[in-house]
Nanobody, 116 residues
Framework: VQLVESGGGLVQPGGSLRLSCAASGFIFSTYAMSWYRQAPGKQREMVAYITSGGSINYPDSVKGRFNISRDNAKSTVYLQMNNLKPEDTGVYYC???????????WGQGTQVTVSL
């Protein structure tokens, strides 16, 4: 299993970024995919989740600003982040959860910094 995140960077408050996670080594369409972030000194938290069937879930902190999507033909999951805030700063990780499992696979992460 390999997950490769990209698209992070430095953006001003109110700006947008689109993260991508390219997956390989497993049947992508059967896995639930999610994005997590970890800010310095804080625990890793889920920011977006999409099931193999396309059901989506967000925490209140990002609802209305973040949008997760998946392209099974490209084995890629995306995270569109709009109206970014300084508190969105952190390392963003992609996670692939196999069917009927409680733990999944992680990518290496991509840094997102929201600052003037």
């Amino acid at each position: 299993v390999q997950l490769v995140e990209s698209g992070g960077g430095l953006v001003q408050p109110g700006g947008s970024l689109r993260l991508s996670c390219a997956a390989s080594g497993f049947i992508f369409s059967t896995y639930a995919m999610s994005w997590y972030r970890q800010a310095p000194g804080k625990q890793r938290e889920m920011v977006a989740y999409i099931t193999s069937g396309g059901s989506i879930n967000y925490p209140d902190s990002v609802k209305g600003r973040f949008n997760i999507s998946r392209d099974n033909a490209k084995s890629t999951v995306y995270l569109q982040m709009n109206n970014l805030k300084p508190e969105d700063t952190g390392v963003y990780y992609c996670n692939a959860l196999p069917p009927r499992q409680w733990s999944g696979y992680w990518g290496q992460g991509t840094q997102v910094t929201v600052s003037l």
